[in-house]
């Protein structure tokens, strides 16, 4: 037994002199590495040493996930997350992501989210992500207002947006606004900072048309929405632009005319351009005429597209070298320059 023994003691891992290599890294380095793993593994490192038992705590990222981790149901969700943020410091955050993924009880799977999202930005996130999805219904987000000095990022999945939400002039340094799968309730989306602007398969559902303000916008992408085209206000600093018109777009002359005039109250598309346009409101005209590269996708009856070709095309100076322009599924149309 003795020999046997000895030979087990012979058999463990050179460790060079027992030293502890990932112990001896500082701790803002550990905090770094823990800052990748999902919030529940985080927390869970407090059982491998004294000196971890508290690393997690001030983390600067927080993970709370539902789709690649198992929980009961929402409230196991929801008490994990409240004991973590009243655990943990008050660290500063570069990033919060909120994946929440629940079927049925969607009262108890959104309760806490909106303040989650309070806490984040009190902790300075930098970037902030939220994924919800209900089998029964979106999160809403209307009646929230982001009030942070230091949020650059904001990602939103299947959640319903508008009211006080969309206007950011409380959000100056934000930079990328991303929204997929939103429903946006809106009179106007806002921001004087905004460099980049994506929303893909989104709905627009306010009464009228949502109106774009973001002059400081370089990208933008609106790919597969629905509802009517929103309005886009001067962006000077453009430099690419693609919009990629969903089927059921709204702006569609159900007679079958091209360009809005059919005379029929009764047919959505031309009725609310041909409001637009006496009101001197082109909707793509004034964001997209500055753009350096501008695709545009869509089916053959949209009528705000036709016309914003038609009074692009007639708005250039004579002798002005036309950008790239990349269209398709689009009728004929020939212009003479």
């Given at each position: 037994m003795a020999e046997r023994s000895e030979d087990a003691g012979d058999s463990k891992p050179d460790l060079a002199g027992g030293e502890d290599h990932i112990g001896a890294l500082p701790d803002v380095l550990l905090q770094q590495v823990l800052s990748l793993l999902p919030s529940r593994e985080a927390v869970r490192t407090c059982v491998l040493a004294a000196r971890w038992r508290t690393l997690w705590r001030s983390v600067p990222s927080i993970h709370i996930n539902s789709a690649g981790e198992i929980y009961r149901n929402p409230l196991a969700l929801s008490m994990f997350a409240n004991y973590l943020l009243l655990l943990r410091d008050r660290t500063a955050l570069h990033e919060c992501e909120i994946n929440s993924y629940y079927g049925g009880d969607s009262e108890e799977a959104f309760r806490y989210i909106e303040l989650w999202m309070r806490y984040a930005v009190s902790c300075e996130a930098r970037v902030l992500r939220v994924h919800v999805k209900n089998e029964l219904k979106?999160?809403?987000?209307?009646?929230?207002?982001?009030?942070?000095?230091?949020?650059?990022?904001?990602?939103?999945?299947?959640?319903?947006?508008?009211?006080?939400?969309?206007?950011?002039?409380?959000?100056?340094?934000?930079?990328?606004?991303?929204?997929?799968?939103?429903?946006?309730?809106?009179?106007?989306?806002?921001?004087?900072?905004l460099s980049h602007l994506i929303i893909c398969y989104g709905s627009f559902m306010s009464n009228g048309r949502t109106r774009i303000s973001a002059p400081s916008l370089v990208t933008l992408e609106l790919d597969e929405f629905m509802g009517y085209t929103p309005l886009l206000e001067p962006m000077p600093s453009l430099i690419r632009a693609f919009l990629r018109f969903a089927e059921n777009c709204r702006d569609r002359c159900d007679n079958g005319n091209y360009f809005g005039d059919c005379g029929s109250q009764l047919c959505g598309g031309c009725y609310y351009s041909n409001y637009y346009y006496d009101n001197d409101d082109c909707m793509l005209l004034q964001g997209l005429s500055g753009t350096k590269n501008l695709e545009l996708i869509s089916q053959s009856q949209l009528v705000c597209l036709n016309l914003f070709l038609l009074l692009y095309c007639c708005s250039l100076p004579s002798g002005t070298p036309v950008l790239q322009i990349s269209l398709w599924l689009l009728p004929v149309l020939t212009l003479n320059f």
């Open positions: 979106n999160l809403c987000l209307s009646n929230m207002s982001l009030l942070t000095q230091h949020l650059a990022r904001l990602e939103l999945c299947s959640v319903e947006v508008g009211g006080r939400f969309l206007d950011f002039s409380g959000c100056p340094v934000l930079k990328v606004l991303k929204m997929e799968h939103c429903t946006i309730n809106a009179g106007r989306i806002s921001s004087q900072s």
